[in-house]
């Protein structure tokens, strides 16, 4: 299994020092030391503190995310951009497929004839491919895509072992969030308009670090 930090000295250095930056700006916080670990790979992604007031954790999530990495659980992604950031050799370690269906044709087809959207069908697609029970759903740029997840869990029962919801923009998007955060699912969510798949990929990375230095 590859390492997923930087490969050489300087660069672990140049990480680490980074990490460090960040926890003394960052100051004094609520999150728990593994939670913290998600809040500050997100902030060193996009070198913005603001994340440390937006995210938020249901309370099984960490246990969630990584009990559903270890067990070879699909991910769900909206946007390719996800899917390319991930690191295929850890992901391959635990046995987990990335799965994305937004560019697919039946989608395009279907989306253009319900005059719907590419990203709620692709979630629906999902669902009747039976991949969302039990799946890391992490959605980093369609707010549709959440509010279609959302209701697929209040409505259908389907029961994801973790949503990543941090889409990026302004139609819906602050919306989304909040319907997640009313949810009984396990859940990690970047309150508000900022998120963006960069975002969702960090979360990722961060509860794949967390599966290998939680091992027993």
């Known amino acids: 299994m590859s390492d997923m930090r930087q490969m050489t000295a300087l660069g672990r250095n140049i ?5 460090a930056i960040i926890d003394r700006e960052a100051g004094r916080h609520e999150f728990d030391p593994a939670q913290w670990q998600i809040v500050r790979r997100v902030i060193h992604a996009t070198a913005d503190f603001e994340f440390k007031d937006l995210m938020r954790f249901h309370p ?21 951009m996800i899917t390319a950031g991930l690191n295929e050799d850890r992901l391959k370690f635990y046995g987990c497929s990335t799965h994305c269906f937004i560019s697919d044709d039946d989608v395009i087809a279907t989306a253009k004839a319900n005059n719907s ?33 959302a209701r697929l869990v209040e409505k259908e029962g389907i029961r994801p072992a973790l949503i990543i919801g941090v889409p990026v923009g302004f139609v819906s998007a602050a919306e989304s969030k909040e319907a997640i955060l009313g949810l009984d699912v396990p859940y990690v969510v970047a309150r508000g308009r900022k998120g963006g798949s960069a975002i969702a990929v960090a979360i990722i990375h961060a509860f794949l670090l967390l599966a290998k230095e939680m091992e027993p």
């Not at 999902?126 to 740029?141: S, T």
């Open 15 to 19: 990480e680490d020092g980074s990490f």
């Open 60 to 80: 099984d999530a960490v246990r969630a995310g990584i009990a559903a990495l270890r067990a070879g659980a699909p991910i769900l992604v909206d946007v390719k």
């Open 117 to 149: 959207t590419r990203a709620i069908e692709a979630m629906r697609k999902a669902r009747r491919q039976n991949l969302l029970d039990g799946a890391i759903v992490a959605i980093g740029n369609a707010p549709t895509a959440l509010l279609e997840i």
